[in-house]
């Protein structure tokens, strides 16, 4: 699953609630509220700043499964 964390303690990623895909976002571990669009992410965070958390784990297996 994708996640995108920033320099100051927020976090965004992708959830499906009721069949509708939004971006959760967080600071801090604190809810800050549900996006329907990146436009709407960038009142909450600078998009600039976010960076996708890779698992490395998850992509050193799937590296050496072909």
Do not use: F, K, N, T
């Not at 990623?13 to 329907?36: K, M, S, T």
């Amino acid at each position: 699953m994708r996640r995108w964390v920033s320099s100051e303690g927020h976090e965004v990623d992708p959830v499906v609630i009721e069949g509708r895909p939004l971006l959760r976002v967080r600071h801090l571990g604190y809810h800050i509220g549900y996006c329907a669009s990146v436009a709407e992410v960038a009142a909450h965070v600078d998009l600039a700043d976010l960076v996708e958390v890779v698992d490395l784990r998850h992509a050193a297996g799937a590296r050496g499964q072909g």
